[in-house]
């Protein structure tokens, strides 16, 4: 059983590195507030000519405003929209991977699903990608490097991403696009070629752009939504959507819904998934190491360093995840062997706890194959390895303070105590 599990394990791990690495599945996110994550994006409101990669600063007060940090002030409209058009035809993806998965620099659970092209390693510009109802395209970026530790800063085609107001309180993104329709990309052109802040008005159905060779990013924000699982929104300053990230099951309507749930193999509710875990006092959810500006951190070039994920799973949420943006100087997902304890149990009173550090992967429980997420099943498990790759030791020392150090290649009962390079982490 041993030998076959880490079968499972060495495909799997291998496939979503190659994903994520080949940017199928990218963690590059756009950069704002001081951070720069590989996009350019003018800084003001409106098209503006010739522009150069500048910084866009978020306003401290109402810093994660999606009517300021993305339409600038000028959105218009309120209220609920009802998406009727997929991203891509049902014909063209092979699976939706909802929100919450944990890879590389995405240490902590990603605001945005995956839709995956049939055909995984296609040419570039394959499929179509459309908008799935009426809106304005507000800020467009491009990015031509890899970010991650896997491949940092590699060179690479450019790709594109779009924040999109459909009304001043729903907002969706698309990102991974590998070019833009014509229309759409006169507008960036106009704007310098770099990056794009301002008003382009979009029909559902009408194409956006193409894809191909990776998978499609897409989420949905509601400005009127603050997810209640991050216990200091202002952490999360450097990407302010992400407080906003709403189940985009709720905004879909028939056919396009039932396509998308039938493509999910994620059957826990919410199917949507999540990504906000924090409970006042217990060690459960995202910590940011003390002193680094939460989620943007202190250096450009590898922000997750200083990020701790203590989670569930996306898919198979009985399953605990410990994440880490240095252990042995790269961004690391680990299951924890025997699956306890519960982070959600771990306060001040539980004192130190050794967390052994393993390789997860899934199985098809009905079949007890291993399950590479190449295509759709209904009962996906996640699987613990037996080799412990490190140990985790971590206390709760107050309420929004966490001490925590990595020892990588040691088993828990190597581990006495804390050394001098742990770090105290807070919300």
Not at 311 to 332: E, H
Request: with cysteine; charged share 25%; aromatic share 12%.
């Amino acid at each position: 059983m041993k030998h076959f599990l880490w079968g499972v394990f060495a495909i799997v791990i291998f496939a979503i590195v190659f994903i994520i690495n080949g940017q199928k599945i990218g963690p590059a996110e756009i950069g704002p507030a001081g951070r720069d994550d590989g996009f350019a994006i003018p800084n003001g409101a409106g098209e503006r000519e010739n522009a150069k990669k500048e910084t866009y600063v978020i306003p401290e007060e109402g810093g994660d405003n999606l009517n300021i940090v993305w339409s600038g002030g000028k959105c218009e409209g309120s209220g609920l929209v009802e998406f009727g058009t997929l991203p891509m035809k049902a014909e063209d993806f092979s699976m939706y991977l909802p929100y919450g998965m944990l890879a590389d620099a995405h240490v902590t659970p990603i605001d945005h699903g995956y839709f995956s092209p049939m055909i995984p390693d296609s040419l570039r510009d394959t499929y179509e990608v459309r908008a799935i109802a009426d809106g304005t395209i507000v800020r467009i970026g491009t990015r031509n490097k890899v970010v991650g530790d896997q491949n940092h800063n590699q060179i690479r085609p450019v790709e594109y991403r779009l924040d999109i107001e459909h009304t001043c309180t729903v907002y969706s993104y698309f990102d991974l696009v590998t070019s833009l329709a014509p229309g759409i990309q006169a507008h960036l052109d106009k704007a310098g070629g770099t990056g794009f802040f301002g008003r382009i008005p979009i029909k559902e159905g009408q194409l956006i752009g193409r894809i191909g060779g990776q998978t499609l990013d897409f989420g949905v924000y509601n400005n009127d939504v603050r997810l209640s699982g991050f216990v200091n929104p202002k952490s999360y300053y450097g990407e302010p959507w992400k407080i906003h990230t709403d189940d985009l099951y709720k905004y879909f309507k028939e056919p396009a819904k039932s396509i998308l749930l039938a493509k999910n193999p994620r059957q826990a509710e919410p199917r949507g998934g999540r990504i906000d875990y924090d409970i006042p006092g217990k060690a459960i959810g995202n910590w940011f190491v003390e002193g680094t500006n939460g989620y943007k951190g202190v250096s450009q070039d590898r922000y997750w360093d200083g990020h701790l994920a203590l989670v569930y799973d996306f898919l198979d949420p009985t399953l605990i995840q410990f994440s880490i943006g240095n252990f042995g100087g790269k961004a690391k997902q680990f299951g924890v062997k025997n699956n306890i304890p519960d982070p959600a149990t771990v306060d001040t009173s539980t004192g130190l706890v050794r967390y052994e550090l393993v390789q997860s992967s899934y199985m098809d429980k009905q079949t007890g194959q291993g399950w590479r997420m190449m295509n759709v099943v209904d009962d996906v498990v996640g699987v613990n390895t037996e080799f412990v790759e490190g140990t985790a030791l971590i206390q709760m020392i107050e309420d929004g303070r966490l001490k925590a150090e990595v020892f990588p290649g040691k088993k828990a009962a190597q581990v006495s105590g804390f050394t001098e390079k742990a770090r105290v982490f807070e919300r």
